[in-house]
């Protein structure tokens, strides 16, 4: 009985890959550990071999505590980093051993020169998304132009995943939310854009073929099964991004969903039927037929990491923080926290600050810690209302560190004015995997099936219906504060480095 999804996650940190039955049961999880190397400044680069030689590690361990499974596999389903660049040459091999990675910054000055020579705000548009170092077209103009030694072998190129699938089948083919961050794909009719290669001097032949995330793309070889035990014939699917995947697996996928992940910064996504064409949110195709819209505040729960160490050299606990945090009123005693501690990438002025409004002697430290609380809360509802469609938000889905704290969750439904779901679980992209790979095997008729087995909810936390009129009028006064500060900005840099004798 072929019933088990294997599922594949080509991390940033590690590779990790689960045997998931197609009833929700994650049966195992193992993982091999690697590192980013940098052979520059604000250069990040990572062996593709070395993410093979960690999915076969993975593979193995798995059937080696679980001999009885390979058999049992029915799907490959693989999630990844996104934006890695590959080069394949023609014979399938790879160029350089080197993939540019997601947080590289070398393409920053192409990135510049690309938005001074080309308008921005006509070609979101088409591609979906504003200019950004980030996007592999970018990544691909500086190795053109810098690398023409290397570029001059480049036949295809794969993303992490993709990588992975290409090993384990022979297929070269890459996904609708990976494709739609290429900076390249037409977001209208999902293909290739002929006016983006153009300007960008690429071949549409350089690029892998376009594929639902679950449609299957090929199958696996014999040398697979040589080397892991992996029947070969067994299908792989064509998978997705792992910002995808983990959306997907904690039930965020129709539109009048968002969903607010707080780890260090609180990325924040919001599903449509069409990407926004607002030039300072990014859009991702998500792992079914619909979109995206995303932002991110930067210093979300890093804000309350940095409070606890500013204000107790870090010997107070999150737990107790939150208990005093509880203690204080609603507003914070009229205490207003703007939380740009590292600036604002999602902004006219990158280099907005962090600053306390109001603040005088009668608060006391439940003050200060709610506050931060309640500031973070209020910068992550002008992101989410400069993401707004026609959709009305019906659900926001909580993840990450910051969903573990019942109160802040309490604030932020309040302040949003919109339910917060707690999903049971922490598995999120690997369960995304495994339901993608289940469609791919008709496991369930449908997406809505198949989320309802998956995707389990703990509670439902609700808006405190005073907090929500406090907070609708004290969001005015942060909206005044956020708006009049960013004409002092630039005025504070010119003041860094100044000493006064």
């Known amino acids: 009985m072929k019933d088990i999804v294997l599922a594949i996650d080509i991390g940033t940190g590690s590779t990790r890959a689960a045997l998931v039955s197609s009833s929700a049961e994650i049966i195992d999880i193992v993982q091999t550990e690697y590192d980013q190397f940098s052979p520059k400044v604000g250069w990040s680069e990572q062996q593709p071999s070395e993410w093979w030689l960690s999915t076969l590690m993975c593979i193995n361990e798995l059937f080696n505590k679980h001999p ?21 040459d023609v014979n399938g091999e790879l160029v350089v051993d080197t993939a540019i990675l997601w947080n590289d910054k070398r393409a920053e000055d192409i990135t510049e020169r690309f938005k001074a020579e080309f308008a921005s705000e006509e070609l979101v548009e088409v591609v979906n998304n504003p200019p950004t170092s980030a996007w592999p077209a970018f990544k691909l103009k500086w190795i053109k132009e810098n690398q023409p030694e290397v570029w001059s072998k480049v036949d295809k190129v794969l993303m992490p995943k993709d990588y992975i699938n290409y090993r384990l089948t ?35 032949g350089m690029f892998p073929e376009i594929r639902s995330a679950s449609d299957i793309i090929g199958s696996t070889t014999a040398e697979v099964e040589a080397v892991t035990s992996l029947p070969e014939g067994t299908p792989v699917i064509a998978g997705t991004a792992d910002m ?29 039927d069409r990407p926004s064409s607002n030039l300072h949110m990014n859009n991702l195709h998500l792992a079914n037929e619909k979109w995206g819209t995303f932002s991110i505040l930067d210093a979300g729960g890093d804000a309350m990491r940095w409070v606890r160490l500013v204000l107790k050299d870090n010997q107070v606990s999150y737990p107790e923080l939150a208990k005093q945090a509880q203690n204080a009123p609603i507003g914070s005693n009229a205490l207003m926290f703007l939380p740009y501690l590292t600036g604002e990438r999602n902004s006219e002025k990158c280099n ?31 992101n989410l209302d400069a993401m707004k469609t026609s959709e009305k938000i019906s659900q926001i889905i909580a993840s990450g560190g910051g969903a573990k704290d019942d109160f802040w969750l309490r604030i932020k439904a309040s302040v949003y004015n919109v339910p917060i779901v707690k999903t049971k679980g922490d598995e999120n992209g690997i369960l995304g995997c495994a339901m993608l790979g289940c469609l791919a095997i008709g496991a369930y008729d449908d997406l809505d099936k198949t989320v309802e087995k ?45 000493s006064i004798q």
Not at 68 to 88: E, P, W, Y
Not at 190 to 202: A, E, I, P, Q, R
Request: hydrophobic residues 40%; charged residues 20%.
């Open 68 to 88: 009885d499974m390979a058999k049992r596999i029915a799907v490959v389903s693989a999630c990844g980093q996104m934006h890695g660049t590959v080069l394949l």
């Open 170 to 204: 022979g297929v070269c083919a890459t996904d609708l939310s990976e494709a739609s961050c290429f900076y390249l794909m037409n977001s209208t009719d999902k293909s290739y854009d002929t006016h983006m290669l153009n300007l960008f001097g690429f071949s549409e």
């Open 244 to 272: 995808a995947a983990t959306l997907l697996g904690s039930g965020v996928y129709k539109p009048g969903q968002a969903s607010d992940s707080t780890g260090t910064s609180t990325l924040l996504t919001l599903v449509s």
């Open 352 to 382: 907005s600050k962090a600053q306390w409004f109001g603040l005088s002697r009668m608060h006391r430290i439940g003050d200060i810690y709610r506050s931060v609380m309640e500031g973070v809360a209020f910068a992550a509802k002008r």
């Open 454 to 498: 998956f995707v389990l909810v703990d509670k439902v936390i609700n808006p405190v219906p005073e907090w929500v009129e406090y907070y609708e009028r004290a969001y005015v006064l942060y909206n005044q504060l956020y708006k009049s500060s960013q004409q002092y900005y630039d005025q504070l840099d010119d003041l860094t480095g100044v």
